[in-house]
Structure formats: C-alpha cells, structure tokens
C-alpha cells in the first residue's frame, strides 16, 4: 500500500513564523503536490512537483514555496505565517503512467493555526 | 461558476437508507474520482471510473460522459459511511485534479 506520511498532525505557530510541511512518500511516485482545503472552498493547490527540484505554482502560490530535494520527501514552506494561512494542508503523490492516469495518494493532513 | 459542482452541500440519513451523491463537470475529462474524507482529515480514493459503472461492496459509481455527470450511490447506509464525500476530475494531458467542495453526510442510527 501507498503510505503518504505528514510531519504533524496540529500546528499551532505565530504571525511572522517560518513554517514548515513536511510530506513522505514511499512509493517511488514522480508526482507530489501540496493543497489547503478550507469549508467551502474545497482543496485548492498550492504547489506541484513532477520530479526532484522541478516545481509548478498551483492555483494559490503566494506566501508559499517548495522544497523537493529528494524524490521521495516534498516540503511546504511558509516564510512569514499569516493569520489567513490558517487551514488544513493535504500533501499527496502519484504516479505517472500514462496521462490520462491521475489517481493521487493522500496523507492524513496537518491542521495549522496561525495565531 | 466552479468546473466540478456536487449536490446537495450537506445530506443526513438515517441508517439503511439509499444515498445519492451528484457531480456535474464543465470540463473535458480523462477520469473522475470519488473521494472520501473521515472526520480528522485523511482522504482516500473510493474509485476512478471514465465510463461506465464501478461497485465496491455497497457503494456504487456512475458516470455520463455525454451529459458530464457522475453519481455515487450507497445502498443500506451506515453510521460508519458519515463522511465528507468528495468528487475530482483529471483532465487530458495533466497530472492535477480539479476538485468538487464536497457532500458532507451524516448517517444516524
């Protein structure tokens, strides 16, 4: 089975912290992304990376940046948490098979509060 | 206007009932997924389905390509089936998913 593994299950940090996420994978898969989901909105993605030190900004990038320098570990990095950065963070792989093929692997998420 | 849209928001059932869940896209799409999120926050995937019908245990997806619409079924509901259900699509050529905000069901005993 795929295990997708977060550094913290509840963050509590303050205005102006550097934050970070970090996410696991054991299976090898080229594809990692990091989404916030907040009520109503649903998981909106933050940042993609599709291999080692290769990146994509997602839909929400700003106050954020990434780290991929092993394949199997993608960090979320907040440089001066916000109050409004408060959220659920997902972290999730998946394999590259073919295109068309997209199933992503979730980790159990990480509540951060910014106080 | 959202690409993914879900219906209804919020849905309470009591146990045993028959459960539909709607999804209508707005996109061209290699594949749909269901997804089911427990109180707590981890996700897993229930299916991936690009046409057809899919059946694991008592749950039950469809999709319509023609008409961009998949529906996901549960049949004699449980307390243990209370969770946030949620739909996504991946579109041609592309590694994401575009998500759906998701049905929030509450089964009582």
């Known amino acids: 089975d795929v295990k997708v593994t977060q550094s913290s299950r509840y963050l509590v940090k303050r205005t102006g912290e550097k934050v970070f996420l970090e996410c696991v994978q054991d299976?090898?898969?080229?594809?990692m992304f990091w989404y916030r989901q907040d009520p109503g909105l649903g998981l909106r993605l933050i940042y993609f990376?599709?291999?080692?030190?290769?990146?994509e900004k997602g839909d929400i990038p700003e106050g954020y940046s990434v780290s991929r320098e092993k394949k199997e570990r993608f960090s979320l990095i907040l440089e001066s948490a916000s109050t409004n950065q408060t959220s659920m963070y997902l972290c999730?792989?998946?394999?590259?098979?073919?295109?068309?093929?997209?199933?992503?692997?979730f980790g159990p998420g990480t509540r951060l509060t910014v106080l | 206007k959202n690409e993914v849209e879900q219906s209804p928001q919020n849905l309470t059932a009591q146990e045993g009932e028959f459960i539909t869940i709607n999804c209508s896209y707005s996109?061209?799409?290699?594949?749909l997924h269901w997804l089911q999120q427990h109180p707590g926050g981890g996700i897993v995937s229930l299916f991936m389905?690009?046409?057809g019908k899919k059946k694991h245990g008592r749950l039950i997806a469809t999709i319509n390509i023609q008409e961009k619409h998949s529906s996901l079924h549960i049949t004699a509901s449980h307390p243990r089936d209370s969770a946030v259900y949620i739909c996504a699509v991946g579109l041609h050529n592309t590694d994401k998913l575009i998500f759906g905000t998701g049905t929030r069901l509450q089964v009582f005993p």
């Open positions: 389905l690009s046409s």
């Open positions: 996109v061209g799409i290699s594949a």
């Open positions: 299976m090898d898969h080229e594809n």
């Open positions: 990376s599709y291999d080692v030190k290769m990146k």
């Open positions: 999730a792989s998946s394999l590259v098979v073919t295109r068309s093929y997209n199933e992503q692997f």
